[in-house]
Protein backbone atom coordinates (compact mmCIF):
# COMPACT_ATOMS: atom_id res chain seq x y z
CA UNK A 1 0.00 0.00 0.00
CA UNK A 2 1.46 3.59 -1.08
CA UNK A 3 1.44 6.36 1.04
CA UNK A 4 -1.84 7.88 -0.63
CA UNK A 5 -3.47 4.98 -0.03
CA UNK A 6 -2.29 4.78 3.70
CA UNK A 7 -3.26 8.57 4.07
CA UNK A 8 -6.65 8.06 2.68
CA UNK A 9 -7.35 4.98 5.20
CA UNK A 10 -6.48 7.11 7.80
CA UNK A 11 -8.19 9.65 7.04
CA UNK A 12 -11.42 7.24 6.55
CA UNK A 13 -11.28 5.87 10.01
CA UNK A 14 -10.67 9.23 11.33
CA UNK A 15 -13.86 10.07 9.39
CA UNK A 16 -15.68 7.40 10.66
CA UNK A 17 -16.69 8.71 14.55
CA UNK A 18 -18.23 11.63 12.55
CA UNK A 19 -20.06 9.57 9.88
CA UNK A 20 -22.00 7.60 12.56
CA UNK A 21 -22.57 10.86 14.83
CA UNK A 22 -24.60 12.68 11.90
CA UNK A 23 -26.48 9.34 11.11
CA UNK A 24 -29.88 9.82 11.63
CA UNK A 25 -29.43 13.82 12.42
CA UNK A 26 -31.70 16.40 10.51
CA UNK A 27 -29.09 18.93 8.96
CA UNK A 28 -30.64 22.27 7.30
CA UNK A 29 -28.56 23.31 4.51
CA UNK A 30 -29.21 26.94 3.28
CA UNK A 31 -27.65 28.55 0.26
CA UNK A 32 -28.31 31.66 -1.78
CA UNK A 33 -28.90 32.08 -5.73
CA UNK A 34 -25.32 33.11 -6.22
CA UNK A 35 -23.95 29.54 -4.87
CA UNK A 36 -26.33 27.84 -7.27
CA UNK A 37 -24.85 30.04 -10.59
CA UNK A 38 -20.82 29.35 -9.18
CA UNK A 39 -19.19 26.56 -11.51
CA UNK A 40 -18.51 24.56 -7.72
CA UNK A 41 -22.31 24.18 -7.27
CA UNK A 42 -22.37 20.70 -9.00
CA UNK A 43 -19.64 19.48 -6.20
CA UNK A 44 -22.34 20.94 -3.56
CA UNK A 45 -24.66 18.75 -4.87
CA UNK A 46 -22.65 16.03 -4.97
CA UNK A 47 -21.93 15.95 -1.53
CA UNK A 48 -25.77 16.91 -0.35
CA UNK A 49 -26.48 13.34 -2.25
CA UNK A 50 -23.08 11.31 -0.50
CA UNK A 51 -24.69 13.00 2.65
CA UNK A 52 -28.06 11.60 2.16
CA UNK A 53 -26.67 8.33 1.66
CA UNK A 54 -24.63 8.48 5.07
CA UNK A 55 -28.23 8.86 6.48
CA UNK A 56 -28.35 12.27 7.34
CA UNK A 57 -31.66 14.30 6.85
CA UNK A 58 -31.74 16.78 5.03
CA UNK A 59 -34.08 19.78 3.93
CA UNK A 60 -32.46 22.46 1.67
CA UNK A 61 -33.60 26.07 1.08
CA UNK A 62 -32.68 27.89 -1.65
CA UNK A 63 -32.26 31.24 -2.32
CA UNK A 64 -32.81 33.33 -5.40
CA UNK A 65 -32.10 37.09 -5.15
CA UNK A 66 -29.73 37.37 -8.30
CA UNK A 67 -32.40 35.20 -10.07
CA UNK A 68 -35.78 37.58 -9.16
CA UNK A 69 -33.04 40.90 -10.23
CA UNK A 70 -32.35 39.45 -13.59
CA UNK A 71 -35.96 38.35 -14.59
CA UNK A 72 -36.75 41.73 -13.18
CA UNK A 73 -35.01 43.92 -15.53
CA UNK A 74 -35.95 41.52 -18.40
CA UNK A 75 -39.57 42.75 -17.85
CA UNK A 76 -38.28 46.68 -17.18
CA UNK A 77 -38.82 46.40 -13.84
CA UNK A 78 -37.27 48.43 -11.67
CA UNK A 79 -35.59 47.50 -7.93
CA UNK A 80 -38.02 48.47 -5.05
CA UNK A 81 -36.06 47.64 -1.85
CA UNK A 82 -36.73 49.38 1.74
CA UNK A 83 -34.55 48.73 5.19
CA UNK A 84 -32.93 46.17 3.11
CA UNK A 85 -36.36 44.35 1.93
CA UNK A 86 -37.54 44.24 -1.13
CA UNK A 87 -41.37 45.32 -1.56
CA UNK A 88 -43.06 43.16 -3.81
CA UNK A 89 -45.54 44.17 -5.90
CA UNK A 90 -47.91 42.28 -7.88
CA UNK A 91 -45.51 42.41 -11.41
CA UNK A 92 -42.70 41.64 -9.72
CA UNK A 93 -44.06 38.84 -7.91
CA UNK A 94 -44.62 36.95 -11.03
CA UNK A 95 -40.65 37.32 -11.53
CA UNK A 96 -40.14 36.36 -8.08
CA UNK A 97 -42.49 32.67 -9.24
CA UNK A 98 -40.39 32.35 -12.49
CA UNK A 99 -37.53 32.97 -11.16
CA UNK A 100 -37.73 30.36 -7.84
CA UNK A 101 -39.93 27.81 -9.68
CA UNK A 102 -37.06 27.87 -12.17
CA UNK A 103 -34.55 27.54 -9.81
CA UNK A 104 -36.10 24.64 -7.77
CA UNK A 105 -36.38 22.54 -10.84
CA UNK A 106 -32.92 22.84 -11.99
CA UNK A 107 -31.53 22.13 -8.37
CA UNK A 108 -34.05 19.43 -8.17
CA UNK A 109 -32.51 18.18 -12.06
CA UNK A 110 -28.91 18.52 -10.62
CA UNK A 111 -29.95 16.46 -7.25
CA UNK A 112 -32.00 13.91 -9.50
CA UNK A 113 -28.22 12.79 -11.87
CA UNK A 114 -27.32 9.26 -11.53
CA UNK A 115 -25.53 8.66 -14.63
CA UNK A 116 -22.68 6.63 -14.83
CA UNK A 117 -19.41 7.79 -14.02
CA UNK A 118 -21.04 10.63 -12.15
CA UNK A 119 -20.55 10.92 -8.30
CA UNK A 120 -24.16 10.16 -7.85
CA UNK A 121 -24.20 7.01 -9.76
CA UNK A 122 -26.89 4.37 -8.28
CA UNK A 123 -27.96 7.08 -4.98
CA UNK A 124 -31.50 7.30 -6.72
CA UNK A 125 -32.05 10.64 -4.37
CA UNK A 126 -35.57 11.16 -3.93
CA UNK A 127 -36.78 15.11 -3.59
CA UNK A 128 -39.59 16.59 -1.94
CA UNK A 129 -40.91 20.02 -2.51
CA UNK A 130 -44.58 21.35 -1.25
CA UNK A 131 -46.42 23.77 0.46
CA UNK A 132 -44.69 22.91 3.38
CA UNK A 133 -44.06 27.17 4.23
CA UNK A 134 -46.77 29.03 5.00
CA UNK A 135 -46.57 32.99 5.52
CA UNK A 136 -48.39 36.00 5.99
CA UNK A 137 -47.97 39.56 4.56
CA UNK A 138 -45.45 41.33 6.08
CA UNK A 139 -47.84 44.19 6.04
CA UNK A 140 -47.34 48.05 6.35
CA UNK A 141 -44.59 49.17 8.15
CA UNK A 142 -43.44 52.29 8.57
CA UNK A 143 -45.47 53.81 5.81
CA UNK A 144 -44.72 51.17 3.50
CA UNK A 145 -46.64 48.63 2.30
CA UNK A 146 -44.36 45.68 1.46
CA UNK A 147 -47.36 43.75 -0.40
CA UNK A 148 -46.59 40.54 -1.69
CA UNK A 149 -43.41 40.23 0.46
CA UNK A 150 -44.04 38.03 3.67
CA UNK A 151 -42.78 36.43 6.49
CA UNK A 152 -43.09 32.79 8.09
CA UNK A 153 -46.43 32.11 9.88
CA UNK A 154 -45.37 28.82 10.17
CA UNK A 155 -43.40 25.58 9.06
CA UNK A 156 -45.28 21.86 8.51
CA UNK A 157 -42.72 20.39 9.93
CA UNK A 158 -44.98 17.14 10.59
CA UNK A 159 -45.23 17.18 6.77
CA UNK A 160 -41.55 17.61 6.19
CA UNK A 161 -40.72 14.75 8.46
CA UNK A 162 -42.87 12.37 7.13
CA UNK A 163 -40.93 13.09 3.80
CA UNK A 164 -37.55 13.06 6.00
CA UNK A 165 -38.80 9.31 6.95
CA UNK A 166 -39.26 8.24 3.61
CA UNK A 167 -35.65 8.90 2.89
CA UNK A 168 -36.36 12.21 0.77
CA UNK A 169 -34.60 15.22 0.68
CA UNK A 170 -36.89 18.17 1.22
CA UNK A 171 -36.61 21.42 -1.13
CA UNK A 172 -37.68 24.57 -0.19
CA UNK A 173 -38.14 27.33 -2.29
CA UNK A 174 -37.84 31.31 -1.09
CA UNK A 175 -41.71 31.66 -1.19
CA UNK A 176 -44.64 30.57 1.28
CA UNK A 177 -48.63 30.22 0.71
CA UNK A 178 -51.21 31.95 2.99
CA UNK A 179 -54.55 30.15 3.92
CA UNK A 180 -56.19 31.95 1.45
CA UNK A 181 -53.57 30.80 -1.01
CA UNK A 182 -51.75 33.84 -2.19
CA UNK A 183 -47.89 33.45 -3.09
CA UNK A 184 -45.71 35.69 -0.88
CA UNK A 185 -42.00 36.03 -1.58
CA UNK A 186 -39.72 35.27 1.64
CA UNK A 187 -35.87 35.47 2.91
CA UNK A 188 -34.12 32.57 2.41
CA UNK A 189 -32.75 33.74 5.66
CA UNK A 190 -36.59 33.29 7.25
CA UNK A 191 -37.01 30.43 5.63
CA UNK A 192 -34.27 28.68 6.63
CA UNK A 193 -34.31 29.60 10.35
CA UNK A 194 -37.90 28.84 11.19
CA UNK A 195 -37.55 25.38 9.63
CA UNK A 196 -34.49 24.40 11.73
CA UNK A 197 -36.38 25.72 14.63
CA UNK A 198 -39.58 24.00 14.00
CA UNK A 199 -37.84 20.59 13.07
CA UNK A 200 -35.65 21.24 16.57
CA UNK A 201 -32.78 20.41 13.67
CA UNK A 202 -29.05 19.46 14.66
CA UNK A 203 -27.46 21.85 12.61
CA UNK A 204 -28.42 25.01 10.25
CA UNK A 205 -25.57 25.26 7.47
CA UNK A 206 -25.15 28.21 5.48
CA UNK A 207 -23.06 28.48 2.44
CA UNK A 208 -21.48 31.90 2.46
CA UNK A 209 -18.78 33.09 -0.90
CA UNK A 210 -15.96 33.35 2.35
CA UNK A 211 -15.02 30.34 3.97
CA UNK A 212 -16.91 31.37 7.07
CA UNK A 213 -17.07 34.16 9.16
CA UNK A 214 -14.34 36.91 9.46
CA UNK A 215 -13.25 39.15 11.92
CA UNK A 216 -11.78 42.48 11.74
CA UNK A 217 -8.56 41.40 10.80
CA UNK A 218 -9.47 39.56 8.45
CA UNK A 219 -9.12 35.78 9.94
CA UNK A 220 -11.15 33.24 9.74
CA UNK A 221 -13.25 32.70 13.00
CA UNK A 222 -13.35 28.87 13.72
CA UNK A 223 -15.55 28.54 16.26
CA UNK A 224 -16.92 30.77 18.10
CA UNK A 225 -20.45 31.24 20.46
CA UNK A 226 -23.68 33.03 19.64
CA UNK A 227 -22.93 35.67 21.29
CA UNK A 228 -19.77 36.37 19.62
CA UNK A 229 -21.99 36.25 16.29
CA UNK A 230 -24.14 39.05 18.59
CA UNK A 231 -21.00 41.19 18.62
CA UNK A 232 -20.23 41.33 15.36
CA UNK A 233 -23.54 42.11 14.50
CA UNK A 234 -23.79 44.99 17.37
CA UNK A 235 -20.43 45.98 15.81
CA UNK A 236 -21.13 45.67 11.64
CA UNK A 237 -17.46 44.17 12.22
CA UNK A 238 -18.17 40.66 9.42
CA UNK A 239 -18.86 40.60 5.52
CA UNK A 240 -22.04 38.08 6.07
CA UNK A 241 -25.16 40.09 5.33
CA UNK A 242 -26.81 40.84 8.71
CA UNK A 243 -29.74 38.72 7.77
CA UNK A 244 -27.39 35.55 8.04
CA UNK A 245 -25.79 36.59 11.21
CA UNK A 246 -29.46 37.16 12.97
CA UNK A 247 -30.30 33.57 11.34
CA UNK A 248 -27.93 32.23 13.30
CA UNK A 249 -28.37 33.89 16.49
CA UNK A 250 -32.40 33.32 16.32
CA UNK A 251 -31.46 29.61 15.44
CA UNK A 252 -28.80 29.24 18.46
CA UNK A 253 -31.43 30.79 20.64
CA UNK A 254 -34.00 28.54 20.28
CA UNK A 255 -32.54 25.45 20.39
CA UNK A 256 -30.63 24.56 16.94
CA UNK A 257 -27.42 23.16 18.78
CA UNK A 258 -25.08 23.64 16.17
CA UNK A 259 -24.84 26.35 13.27
CA UNK A 260 -22.03 26.02 10.68
CA UNK A 261 -20.84 28.40 7.87
CA UNK A 262 -18.99 27.20 4.99
CA UNK A 263 -17.68 28.28 1.33
CA UNK A 264 -19.73 27.42 -1.60
CA UNK A 265 -16.37 28.17 -3.40
CA UNK A 266 -14.57 25.56 -2.11
CA UNK A 267 -15.23 21.54 -3.08
CA UNK A 268 -14.49 20.17 0.21
CA UNK A 269 -15.77 22.87 2.87
CA UNK A 270 -19.28 20.66 3.40
CA UNK A 271 -17.43 17.29 4.23
CA UNK A 272 -14.77 18.80 5.66
CA UNK A 273 -16.58 20.87 8.18
CA UNK A 274 -18.51 18.26 9.38
CA UNK A 275 -15.98 15.14 8.83
CA UNK A 276 -13.03 15.90 10.25
CA UNK A 277 -11.96 17.93 13.69
CA UNK A 278 -10.56 21.19 12.82
CA UNK A 279 -13.31 22.04 10.20
CA UNK A 280 -13.36 24.22 6.91
CA UNK A 281 -15.54 27.00 7.91
CA UNK A 282 -16.85 28.76 11.16
CA UNK A 283 -18.93 26.08 13.78
CA UNK A 284 -20.72 28.66 15.71
CA UNK A 285 -22.80 26.98 19.07
CA UNK A 286 -24.32 28.06 22.49
CA UNK A 287 -21.23 26.59 24.51
CA UNK A 288 -18.21 26.15 21.40
CA UNK A 289 -15.72 25.09 24.27
CA UNK A 290 -14.29 21.40 24.07
CA UNK A 291 -16.29 19.43 26.29
CA UNK A 292 -14.27 17.93 29.83
CA UNK A 293 -16.37 14.65 31.25
CA UNK A 294 -16.20 11.68 33.34
CA UNK A 295 -15.73 8.56 30.60
CA UNK A 296 -18.57 6.20 29.91
CA UNK A 297 -17.99 2.52 28.72
CA UNK A 298 -18.56 4.39 25.00
CA UNK A 299 -15.55 6.16 25.37
CA UNK A 300 -13.45 3.16 26.02
CA UNK A 301 -12.24 2.38 22.03
CA UNK A 302 -11.28 6.37 21.43
CA UNK A 303 -9.46 6.12 24.80
CA UNK A 304 -7.39 2.79 23.86
CA UNK A 305 -6.92 4.91 20.07
CA UNK A 306 -5.64 7.83 21.92
CA UNK A 307 -3.46 6.05 24.35
CA UNK A 308 -1.86 3.04 21.97
CA UNK A 309 0.90 4.86 20.29
CA UNK A 310 2.39 6.18 23.70
CA UNK A 311 2.44 2.46 25.02
CA UNK A 312 4.02 1.20 22.20
CA UNK A 313 6.61 3.52 23.08
CA UNK A 314 6.84 2.39 26.12
CA UNK A 315 5.74 5.60 27.65
CA UNK A 316 2.59 4.10 29.50
CA UNK A 317 2.13 1.04 31.10
CA UNK A 318 -0.17 -1.41 28.21
CA UNK A 319 -3.86 -1.46 29.57
CA UNK A 320 -5.52 -4.37 27.98
CA UNK A 321 -9.99 -3.33 26.55
CA UNK A 322 -11.26 -5.49 29.63
CA UNK A 323 -9.11 -3.59 32.15
CA UNK A 324 -10.00 -0.20 30.55
CA UNK A 325 -13.52 -1.15 30.82
CA UNK A 326 -13.16 -2.03 34.48
CA UNK A 327 -11.22 1.22 35.20
CA UNK A 328 -13.49 3.10 32.77
CA UNK A 329 -14.94 5.08 35.97
CA UNK A 330 -11.74 6.43 37.27
CA UNK A 331 -10.88 8.30 33.47
CA UNK A 332 -11.68 11.63 32.48
CA UNK A 333 -11.91 12.95 28.85
CA UNK A 334 -11.62 15.84 26.87
CA UNK A 335 -13.49 15.57 23.55
CA UNK A 336 -13.96 18.39 20.46
CA UNK A 337 -16.79 17.33 18.10
CA UNK A 338 -17.33 14.13 20.02
CA UNK A 339 -14.12 13.01 19.61
CA UNK A 340 -11.49 12.47 22.34
CA UNK A 341 -8.32 14.20 22.11
CA UNK A 342 -7.16 14.08 25.63
CA UNK A 343 -7.49 11.90 28.47
CA UNK A 344 -6.25 11.01 32.20
CA UNK A 345 -7.08 8.47 35.27
CA UNK A 346 -7.74 9.93 38.45
CA UNK A 347 -7.28 6.19 40.88
CA UNK A 348 -7.80 7.86 44.54
CA UNK A 349 -6.18 6.44 48.19
CA UNK A 350 -8.61 7.70 50.63
CA UNK A 351 -6.16 5.93 53.50
CA UNK A 352 -3.89 8.60 52.67
CA UNK A 353 -6.04 11.38 51.23
CA UNK A 354 -4.17 10.77 48.24
CA UNK A 355 -5.18 10.47 44.16
CA UNK A 356 -2.80 8.80 41.93
CA UNK A 357 -2.62 11.05 38.07
CA UNK A 358 -2.54 8.70 35.37
CA UNK A 359 -2.79 7.97 31.62
CA UNK A 360 -2.70 11.77 30.64
CA UNK A 361 -2.68 11.81 27.04
CA UNK A 362 -3.05 14.42 24.51
CA UNK A 363 -3.64 13.87 20.81
CA UNK A 364 -0.84 15.36 19.02
CA UNK A 365 -2.71 17.40 16.76
CA UNK A 366 -3.38 19.32 20.08
CA UNK A 367 -0.57 19.34 22.71
CA UNK A 368 -1.24 23.40 21.96
CA UNK A 369 -2.87 25.54 23.87
CA UNK A 370 -3.82 24.72 27.59
CA UNK A 371 -5.31 21.31 27.37
CA UNK A 372 -3.21 19.84 29.42
CA UNK A 373 -3.75 22.46 32.22
CA UNK A 374 -7.53 22.09 31.71
CA UNK A 375 -7.48 18.18 32.42
CA UNK A 376 -5.50 18.24 35.28
CA UNK A 377 -7.48 21.12 37.13
CA UNK A 378 -10.53 18.90 36.41
CA UNK A 379 -8.87 15.96 38.04
CA UNK A 380 -7.78 18.37 41.02
CA UNK A 381 -11.70 19.12 41.57
CA UNK A 382 -12.28 15.79 41.43
CA UNK A 383 -9.87 15.13 44.14
CA UNK A 384 -10.86 17.82 45.91
CA UNK A 385 -14.70 16.52 46.08
CA UNK A 386 -13.45 13.22 47.58
CA UNK A 387 -11.93 15.08 50.14
CA UNK A 388 -8.23 14.39 49.19
CA UNK A 389 -5.80 16.54 49.72
CA UNK A 390 -2.94 15.93 47.41
CA UNK A 391 -2.44 13.77 43.94
CA UNK A 392 1.16 12.02 43.06
CA UNK A 393 2.22 10.38 40.01
CA UNK A 394 4.94 8.20 38.42
CA UNK A 395 6.21 9.21 35.13
CA UNK A 396 9.55 7.87 33.45
CA UNK A 397 9.48 11.10 30.88
CA UNK A 398 6.97 13.85 31.89
CA UNK A 399 8.85 14.98 34.48
CA UNK A 400 9.29 18.64 33.50
CA UNK A 401 5.94 19.32 32.47
CA UNK A 402 4.30 18.21 35.28
CA UNK A 403 7.05 20.09 37.52
CA UNK A 404 5.09 23.07 35.31
CA UNK A 405 2.01 22.24 36.75
CA UNK A 406 2.89 22.46 40.47
CA UNK A 407 4.18 19.44 41.37
CA UNK A 408 7.53 18.83 42.83
CA UNK A 409 9.45 15.35 42.82
CA UNK A 410 9.16 13.72 46.46
CA UNK A 411 10.56 10.28 47.42
CA UNK A 412 9.05 6.99 46.82
CA UNK A 413 8.49 6.87 50.62
CA UNK A 414 6.03 9.36 49.90
CA UNK A 415 3.59 7.45 48.39
CA UNK A 416 0.78 5.48 49.74
CA UNK A 417 1.18 2.18 51.23
CA UNK A 418 -0.46 -0.07 48.38
CA UNK A 419 1.01 1.80 45.58
CA UNK A 420 4.86 1.72 47.07
CA UNK A 421 3.47 -2.37 47.39
CA UNK A 422 2.97 -2.41 43.49
CA UNK A 423 5.81 0.14 42.17
CA UNK A 424 7.62 -1.38 39.22
CA UNK A 425 11.41 -1.04 40.03
CA UNK A 426 12.31 -1.91 36.30
CA UNK A 427 10.84 1.11 35.01
CA UNK A 428 12.18 3.04 37.98
CA UNK A 429 9.75 6.03 37.95
CA UNK A 430 10.53 9.19 39.23
CA UNK A 431 7.38 10.44 41.79
CA UNK A 432 5.61 13.45 41.82
CA UNK A 433 3.37 15.05 44.34
CA UNK A 434 1.11 18.03 44.46
CA UNK A 435 -0.82 19.16 47.56
CA UNK A 436 -4.37 20.48 46.42
Known sequence: MNNSEQNYVKWFRNAAPYINAHRGKT???????????????????????????????????????????????????????????????????????????????????????????????????????????????MGVRNGVDYKYTGAVRRIDSDGINMQLDYGSIVLLSPIGYSPTGEVFNLALEDVATQT????????????????GLIDKSGELIRSCSVRTVKTLLDENDCHVRQLLLRSI????????????????????????????????????????????????????????ELIQPLEEEGVLVKRSRELLEMEIEYFTVLKKEEVIIACAALYPYPEAKMAEVACVVIDPDYRKGNRGERIISALELSAKKKGLTSLFLLTTVSGHWFLEQGFIEAPLERLPEGKKQLYNFQRNSKVFIKDI
Open 27 to 137: VVLMFGGEAVTHPNFANIIHDISLLRSLGVKLVVVHGARPQIVDRMQQRGLEENVVSNVRVTDAQTLVAVKDATGSLRLHIEALLSTGVVNSPMHGSQIRVSTGNFVIAKP
Open 249 to 304: IQSGENGVERCHCVSYQSDTALLQELFTRDGAGTLIAKDHKELIATATIDDVAGIL
Open 196 to 211: AISLKADKLIAFTEED
